[in-house]
């Protein structure tokens, strides 16, 4: 299925959505999901939609994820799924645990755990395929790419709701 149309069918009207972007901007492809939160930032100026660049702290976004009380929390970044560099997937909770992922201070599984605890929305895991994540400030064209296809597909969404 297409993300558009995994989009169109997850989000409904009224629902408040929050979308964190997780990376290192120092690491190459590793940026994906922070350039994702920059490109939705300079498109989406919602009451109902929280943007966070969380970067390689996610877990110091937890209160506001929480105080936000969202219906459905995106987590959005570079991962290794398998897939062709700047490919988005949907990585379904249980199976995080078997994916590797970018930097980050917390173990994704930890930070995920907490979430679905404290939070009590629905968390979504969308992966971007990495090119490359050595020491770098460009994200691969490829990667850029497909991080702007995903935030084209979101934004396509989220106007709607």
Same mark, same amino acid.
Do not use: W
């Given at each position: 299925?297409?993300?558009?149309?995994?989009?169109?069918?997850?989000?409904?009207?009224?629902?408040? *959505?929050?979308?964190?972007?997780?990376?290192?901007?120092?690491? !190459?492809?590793?940026?994906?999901?922070?350039?994702? @939160?920059?490109?939705?930032? !300079?498109?989406?100026?919602?009451? %109902?939609?929280?943007?966070?660049?969380?970067?390689?702290? $996610?877990?110091?976004?937890?209160?506001?994820?929480? %105080? =936000?009380?969202?219906?459905?929390?995106? @987590?959005?970044?570079?991962?290794?799924?398998?897939?062709?560099?700047?490919?988005?997937?949907?990585?379904?909770?249980?199976? *995080? !645990?078997?994916?590797? =992922?970018?930097?980050?201070?917390?173990?994704?599984?930890?930070?995920?755990?907490?979430?679905?605890?404290?939070?009590?929305?629905?968390?979504?895991?969308?992966?971007?395929? $990495?090119?490359?994540?050595?020491?770098?400030?460009?994200?691969?064209?490829?990667?850029?790419?497909?991080?702007?296809?995903?935030?084209?597909?979101?934004?396509?969404?989220?106007?709607?709701?």
């Amino acid at each position: 299925m297409e993300m558009r149309d995994y989009l169109k069918r997850l989000i409904r009207p009224g629902q408040k *959505i929050a979308v964190l972007g997780v990376g290192s901007t120092l690491r !190459s492809d590793d940026a994906a999901g922070m350039y994702f @939160i920059e490109l939705l930032e !300079s498109l989406v100026k919602k009451e %109902n939609v929280l943007l966070i660049a969380g970067s390689t702290a $996610p877990e110091n976004f937890t209160g506001v994820i929480k %105080n =936000f009380a969202p219906d459905i929390l995106f @987590i959005v970044d570079a991962a290794h799924v398998g897939g062709a560099p700047g490919e988005a997937r949907v990585i379904p909770v249980e199976d *995080i !645990s078997g994916i590797s =992922f970018s930097t980050h201070m917390l173990p994704l599984p930890v930070l995920l755990k907490y979430l679905e605890a404290e939070v009590t929305c629905e968390v979504i895991c969308i992966g971007i395929q $990495p090119k490359c994540t050595e020491a770098g400030f460009s994200l691969s064209e490829e990667v850029r790419e497909g991080t702007e296809r995903l935030a084209e597909d979101f934004y396509r969404t989220l106007i709607t709701v």
